[in-house]
């Protein structure tokens, strides 16, 4: 099984950028931490940071035929961005939504997420531990329909058989 995480502006600047709002973890690190989490549940994973929305597009559809599940912080393209949400909903893979800050208690542009709609879950406001959260949400996401998938062939089998 296969994650790949999509980071989008700005992300590269976590550490450093507004850490009253987003702490004073690095984006490496908290990469870090999702790629152990991930080897201790033997799922590959890869990291993506982009500035721009179009190549944001262009990983997200990448993923068809090599991820099984996204975890995405869109960051200010959450906002604005029809293009990465029809990405998101172009590609038909499970995909989670995280923001380290809780986007509702802040502007109120910042309120509308037009991502989240085609996305299975939205994580928000628990800083880095969201990332982690996501891991742990899509594993059970996946396995879930793997269970549903084993079930179905093995329906599949019992009609053959009959
Ligand atoms: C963010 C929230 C966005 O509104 C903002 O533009 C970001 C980060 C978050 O993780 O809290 O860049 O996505």
Do not use: W
């Not at 090599?66 to 590609?91: E, F, K, L, Q």
């Amino acid at each position: 099984m296969k994650i790949v995480v999509i980071q989008g502006p700005n992300l590269n600047m976590l550490g450093v950028r507004e850490r009253n709002i987003y702490g004073p973890m690095k984006l490496e690190d908290i990469h870090k931490q999702m790629k152990g989490f991930a080897d201790q549940n033997k799922v590959e994973i890869e990291f993506f940071q982009s500035n721009l929305e179009g190549e944001i597009v262009d990983r997200i559809q990448e993923c068809v035929g090599d991820a099984d599940g996204i975890i995405i912080n869109p960051a200010a393209y959450t906002h604005t961005s029809i293009a990465i949400r029809d990405a998101i909903s172009a590609v038909q893979i499970p995909t989670l939504e995280v923001h380290l800050s809780n986007i509702h208690q802040r502007e109120e542009f910042r309120h509308k997420s037009l991502t989240a709609a085609v996305c299975a879950g939205q994580i928000i406001g628990m800083g880095p531990f969201g990332y982690h959260l996501a891991m742990v949400g899509m594993l059970q996401i996946l396995n879930e329909i793997q269970a549903m998938r084993q079930a179905q062939a093995a329906r599949e089998q019992t009609q053959a058989n009959a």
